[in-house]
């Protein structure tokens, strides 16, 4: 009886010792973590959403704070499901900024009225080729599909310069895609969007007729090319620059297509309506836009610079080389039609 | 009060819910709803529901009476060790299933291509995902299973045998009846966890209804139609409760006279003993040594290449205090919702507790974007804190600790708490003197269970922690999307020893229980 009194009262003690904790710890996170309220609005600080990872612009956003002294809160994500929570959050939102891996999340975010206009200002730093006609949005970085093949295995010159050349007979058993990849279903969005469904359609069923094989992501694909076991994949190019960096004699090279096959998506970002600080966000954008901000995509993640008279890093074809349609990035959201098409045709 | 905190709980999910898909068109969703393939894939989960809950009581029985009735060799390092796999995250575990026996470049093709073996009959599909959820789901029904066996009357048993029964029909007519609600309240975890699994029917390209809400999400930035087929999920949820409660009876599972400090007779396994110990090292090495070496294997091939070993330490404080509260919280919650259905049956007590299982069937994304909406538009004072977090995942895992109250409960005869009250105890004192006491294992093993499922949690994780929170989850998720093994590795490893470290620990409270 009496073992079990004092049982219980340690049981009780914990429970009331770590709820204590708890909310100490609540308190504290609570405060720091809050959108600024009557106290914080004069300290300046910005909170972004990131589809972007900690690994990839968390030293560049640590930058920013050093040079400006604005403190940046981050809350890392995935792309979509933060779309899908800006969303939700509608005007009550504490997030200042959106950073997304792709445009047609940005296009989503814009498409619900969430975005805020940007000053020409930034906007016309970037091509209009890779921001939101609309003025919503804008690409800071920039990637493009390409059309990796194993140098022992193909000659250039057999390589075709339309993605549709792929669907020919010869290069039966010998292509790797990723159906299941976010950025291979852009791709097969933009497709429909320049070319028509009945041609998407058609490429589709005519590579899958080519018993290309299935891979889960990117980074098997070049795995697979650089082992041989296939000789073409469709892919994004910086997994190749990146491989180079460990393993500079890979046998595999760059494809740049004429058409929609290499087209550019990009990673932006777009100042919302609920931003609590607009100015300080529209810094944190022109910071990303500057030499400094663009010169870190080029060099640290391999991606193309986007802001006008910065250069992409020395191997890379350039931007204006590369021949893909005029496709506005913000209607890549309808990734609704693109599964109902893979779906039907066997490719999903 | 506790009890109205459960309801809101529970509500919340199913207002956002039925509002979101309100918000679609009536033509859209009607067509949305009949396409084949909707329902397709809405048949598919459901049947994986019922394999994967059959296979694991296939397994869970059986492993129940050797570890708890027989003199297995080794017995108590079996108890312990067969209830570890609970412990390993189900997306790790399909991970490593696929790097062994997958049909290229797999540890097993590798192995048998000296013999001519390309290439293995494919993992993916239906088999590799009942695969996986069977191997790491079936402690659940295990727990379960073992707290009834320890839990029934010797004294029926004994009457039994004496009666002239074989141990064989001792075992089908008076053990196997016994052990019914712990069968059926095991189960429903499984059946549910089933239900609303992302990461192993992704890996294993099964077509499951989670795939189809997830793609909603992040392909077409509709939420309308997911959740609108979240609302169908909640309808087989549904269905499967109703089969549940046909499948509960309202017989007395408890034992008139005092069943506790005797001892049971350990049955002799004789030459049974060695098939009954294949099976055990079998399913260890498949669901917990095979995860650990390739996870160890990841973690050392990629420290001697290039990455260095991250650290953890804030990551595991972090998923060990939130989980911790989470686990006490929720079955603070559960106690009333428990009691109040097993001693005061009613329709509506009923209902809630019905209604509590709701949240652990449907995928993580839609509860933690119900409570994004409320949150951020109700509560902003409370949003993206960490109490917010742990009302995530109380809503996701209350019902874990709800089963096992309850079954616990159901052992306890009632005229025990009616003697207390002739006696002149009040209710309070009640609870804290009889009841609480003789439910203590199914407490715990509650707390544990919700300790377990809300370390491994992602997605509400992610969109509801406060800014910066990083927990175990959300780190080996960066370095998977950073396609870095050993990070991953690492994490995952920590995980691991954090779950072992808990399992075991709530094994051991078990062993004083018995003892005491």
């Given amino acids: 009886m009496k073992r079990r009194k004092i049982l219980s009262l340690l049981g009780l003690a914990t429970v009331s010792g770590s709820l204590a904790i708890a909310c100490s710890n609540g308190n504290n996170t609570n405060t720091s973590a809050a959108p600024p309220t009557n106290s914080g609005s004069s300290a300046k600080e910005l909170v972004v959403y990131s589809g972007r990872n900690e690994k990839?612009?968390?030293?560049?956003?640590?930058?920013?704070?050093?040079?400006?002294?604005?403190?940046?809160?981050?809350?890392?994500?995935?792309?979509?499901?933060?779309?899908?929570?800006?969303?939700?959050?509608?005007?009550?939102?504490?997030?200042?900024?959106?950073?997304?891996?792709?445009?047609?999340?940005?296009?989503?975010?814009?498409?619900?009225?969430?975005?805020?206009?940007?000053?020409?200002?930034?906007?016309?730093?970037?091509?209009?080729?890779?921001?939101?006609?609309?003025?919503?949005?804008v690409g800071i970085s920039g990637r493009a599909r390409t059309a990796d093949y194993n140098t022992k295995l193909v000659k250039p010159a057999d390589l075709p310069n339309s993605v549709f050349g792929f669907t020919d007979p010869k290069w039966k058993g010998k292509i790797g895609w990723a159906p299941t990849n976010g950025s291979f279903q852009s791709f097969v969005t933009a497709l429909r969007v320049s070319q028509g469904e009945e041609k998407a359609k058609q490429w589709l069923a005519g590579i899958k007729a080519n018993n290309v094989k299935t891979y889960g992501n990117n980074v098997q694909i070049l795995d697979a090319l650089s082992k041989g076991e296939i000789a073409v994949g469709f892919i994004n190019h910086y997994y190749l620059e990146k491989s180079k960096q460990e393993n500079p004699q890979i046998p595999v090279a760059h494809h740049y297509f004429n058409d929609v096959g290499s087209i550019i998506n990009v990673a932006g970002i777009a100042i919302l309506n609920s931003a609590k600080q607009p100015e300080t966000a529209q810094k944190f954008v022109e910071f990303m836009l500057s030499q400094e901000g663009q010169e870190y995509f080029a060099t640290k993640t391999f991606e193309y610079p986007l802001t006008k008279g910065v250069p992409t890093a020395s191997k890379l074809k350039s931007l204006e080389e590369i021949k893909s349609p005029k496709v506005d990035l913000s209607d890549l959201n309808d990734l609704q039609g693109t599964l109902k098409l893979l779906e039907e045709t066997g490719v999903l | 009060m506790l009890a109205t905190v459960v309801a809101i709980a529970i509500t919340l999910p199913l207002i956002y819910l039925v509002v979101r898909t309100l918000g679609a068109s009536g033509e859209e969703l009607v067509k949305f709803i009949t396409r084949p393939r909707t329902l397709q894939v809405l048949f598919n989960s459901a049947a994986l529901a019922a394999i994967v809950t059959t296979c694991s009581a296939l397994i869970a029985v059986p492993l129940a009476w050797l570890t708890v009735r027989t003199d297995l060799p080794g017995r108590k390092f079996w108890l312990v060790a067969t209830t570890l796999p609970l412990a390993v995250p189900s997306y790790v575990g399909s991970f490593t299933l696929i790097a062994a026996f997958g049909p290229r470049g797999s540890l097993l093709q590798m192995l048998l291509e000296p013999l001519g073996v390309q290439e293995l009959p494919s993992i993916y599909?239906?088999?590799?995902?009942?695969?996986?959820?069977?191997?790491?789901?079936?402690?659940?029904?295990?727990?379960?299973?073992?707290?009834?066996?320890?839990?029934?009357?010797?004294?029926?048993?004994?009457?039994?045998?004496?009666?002239?029964?074989?141990?064989?029909?001792?075992?089908?007519?008076?053990?196997?009846?016994?052990?019914?609600?712990?069968?059926?309240?095991?189960?429903?975890?499984?059946?549910?966890?089933?239900?609303?699994?992302?990461?192993?029917?992704?890996?294993?390209?099964?077509?499951?209804?989670?795939?189809?809400?997830?793609?909603?999400?992040?392909?077409?930035?509709?939420?309308?139609?997911?959740?609108?087929?979240?609302?169908?999920?909640?309808?087989?949820?549904?269905?499967?409760?109703?089969?549940?409660?046909?499948?509960?009876?309202?017989?007395?599972?408890?034992?008139?006279?005092?069943?506790?400090?005797?001892?049971?007779?350990?049955?002799?396994?004789?030459?049974?003993?060695?098939?009954?110990?294949?099976?055990?090292?079998?399913?260890?090495?498949?669901?917990?040594?095979?995860?650990?070496?390739?996870?160890?294997?990841?973690?050392?091939?990629?420290?001697?290449?290039?990455?260095?070993?991250?650290?953890?330490?804030?990551?595991?404080?972090?998923?060990m205090g939130a989980s911790t509260l989470a686990a006490v919280v929720a079955t603070l919650f559960a106690l009333p919702v428990a009691i109040l259905a097993v001693r005061f049956p009613s329709r509506l007590t009923a209902i809630v507790e019905r209604m509590t299982y709701i949240g652990f069937g449907l995928p993580g994304i839609a509860i933690a974007l119900s409570l994004v909406f409320f949150g951020a538009n109700y509560l902003p004072w409370l949003y993206q804190t960490l109490p917010m977090l742990i009302f995530a995942y109380l809503v996701l895992f209350l019902p874990q600790s709800v089963g096992t109250v309850r079954s616990s409960l159901l052992q306890v005869n009632p005229q025990l708490e009616e003697s207390a009250r002739l006696l002149g105890r009040n209710q309070w004192q009640i609870l804290k003197e009889i009841t609480l006491p003789l439910v203590r294992p199914g407490i715990l093993s509650g707390i544990a269970l919700i300790f377990l499922t809300a370390i491994k949690e992602l997605p509400a994780t992610l969109l509801l922690a406060p800014i910066g929170f990083e927990t175990l989850a959300t780190q080996i998720w960066q370095a998977t999307e950073n396609v870095s093994f050993a990070e991953a590795a690492a994490g995952s490893l920590a995980m691991l020893s954090v779950c072992f470290g808990s399992t075991l620990f709530l094994l051991l409270q078990e062993r004083h229980q018995k003892v005491g």
């Avoid at chain 2, 029926?156 to 089908?172: D, K, N, Q, V």
């Avoid at chain 2, 309240?185 to 989670?210: I, W």
């Avoid at chain 2, 499948?247 to 049974?272: D, N």
């Fill in chain 1, 56 to 137: 990839l612009i968390g030293p560049l956003i640590q930058q920013f704070e050093k040079e400006t002294g604005v403190k940046v809160k981050v809350r890392y994500g995935d792309t979509a499901e933060l779309a899908a929570a800006l969303q939700e959050e509608g005007k009550n939102s504490p997030a200042d900024l959106f950073f997304g891996q792709d445009a047609g999340a940005l296009g989503a975010v814009q498409k619900a009225g969430l975005a805020a206009p940007l000053p020409a200002s930034l906007l016309n730093q970037v091509d209009e080729r890779f921001r939101s006609p609309a003025g919503n949005w």
């Fill in chain 2, 125 to 319: 599909g239906l088999p590799g995902t009942v695969l996986a959820m069977t191997l790491f789901t079936y402690p659940y029904l295990l727990l379960s299973v073992r707290s009834g066996l320890q839990g029934i009357d010797p004294s029926l048993e004994e009457a039994a045998c004496c009666l002239g029964r074989s141990p064989r029909a001792t075992f089908f007519q008076v053990v196997l009846p016994q052990l019914r609600p712990s069968l059926v309240a095991g189960g429903l975890l499984v059946a549910l966890y089933a239900l609303r699994d992302f990461g192993t029917p992704s890996l294993m390209q099964f077509d499951a209804f989670t795939r189809v809400i997830f793609l909603q999400y992040k392909t077409s930035f509709d939420r309308h139609a997911a959740a609108a087929s979240a609302l169908m999920l909640v309808g087989l949820i549904a269905v499967i409760l109703w089969l549940e409660q046909k499948a509960r009876s309202r017989a007395a599972y408890y034992s008139r006279g005092s069943a506790g400090g005797r001892c049971v007779k350990l049955a002799k396994l004789g030459a049974w003993k060695w098939l009954a110990l294949g099976f055990c090292i079998a399913l260890v090495g498949l669901s917990l040594v095979l995860p650990i070496g390739i996870t160890i294997f990841w973690l050392i091939r990629g420290l001697t290449t290039s990455a260095t070993f991250p650290n953890l330490l804030s990551a595991v404080m972090n998923s």
